[in-house]
């Protein structure tokens, strides 16, 4: 390692010209590892945001009644769904964001915050759109148990319930809450990608913290905790809608369940969503930086790339 990366808080001033452009798929990779580590934690938060009155209240509880009602294994119920949804929404939004920092940043300049809060959402949306059809299968086979057996709809994987959805309700069923999932997708990828860069960046710049796990780790739970936060109302009306049984306008579903709960629903489910998106965010950076290691080392750079 070269003595201007050693040079204490200051160290990425002198940051060498080296710049590396890596694969666009490498973000979706990391997200399907994550997931698969995760998704025990995905499932009790949906349980949780589309519960029926008389269902477990608690992370707990939710956690118990699953284990008793499906086995170990039920804690995976919609595993291939949310694979699916990670190549397609993830791969598009790390990728597309990962593509326009190219054109703004230099070896020895980033992004500003604006430029990054705007180039996180554009990537957002696109990938919110990319990713409906996946996120509805996703949201259903992982609320399916937890419904009466008349009204389960037994997809047995992500194919199955893909060709049984258009077969039966339509195409259009695939993009049922496209608009709220998107806007969802442009808060987390704004809050989560644009907050670890500038977290990192921070953490870099001001202390003595070397672009290392222990980095990594710091600036992937900050990224967390703010992205829950700011999702957390929307996410609730993605798990209804896209739950649902019948179709309802978002706007008549917002005003039936203030009337029905008051403003608690906005943070329903924030501690598991948290549990899960904190631990979730830290995989999936923690595994985009070392694909993006292994791929330095490969390729020949030995530098590590402050970006």
Known sequence: MSSSLKTGGRKHETAPPQHVHYP???????????????????????????????????????FVHIIKSDGFLGLYNGLSASILRQLTYSTTRFGVYEE????????RQSPS??????????????????GNPADVLNVRMQNDAALPP?????????????IRMTREEGWRSLFRGVWPNSMRAVLMTASQ?????????LLLTNTSLEDNLTTHFTASILAGLVATTICSPVDVIKTRV?????????????????????????FRGWVPSFVRLGPHTVATFIFLEQHKKIYRRFRGFDEPEHS
């Open 100 to 107: 326009l920092k190219e054109v703004t940043q230099t070896a």
């Open 113 to 130: 915050l604006p430029a990054l809060l705007a180039m996180s959402s554009t990537s957002g949306f696109l990938g919110g759109i990319a």
């Open 150 to 162: 008349s009204k389960r709809r037994n997809y047995s994987n992500a194919v199955d319930g893909l």
């Open 193 to 201: 990608l644009a907050s670890y860069d500038k977290f990192k960046d």
């Open 24 to 62: 666009f798929w490498f973000g979706g990779s990391a997200s399907c590892y994550a997931a698969t580590v995760t998704h025990p934690l995905d499932l009790i938060k949906v349980r949780l945001q589309a519960r029926t009155p008389d269902a477990p209240k608690g992370m707990f509880t939710t």
């Open 242 to 266: 896209m739950s649902a049984k019948e179709k309802e306008g978002v706007l008549k579903l917002l005003a039936r369940i203030y009337r029905q709960e008051g403003l608690g629903w906005m």
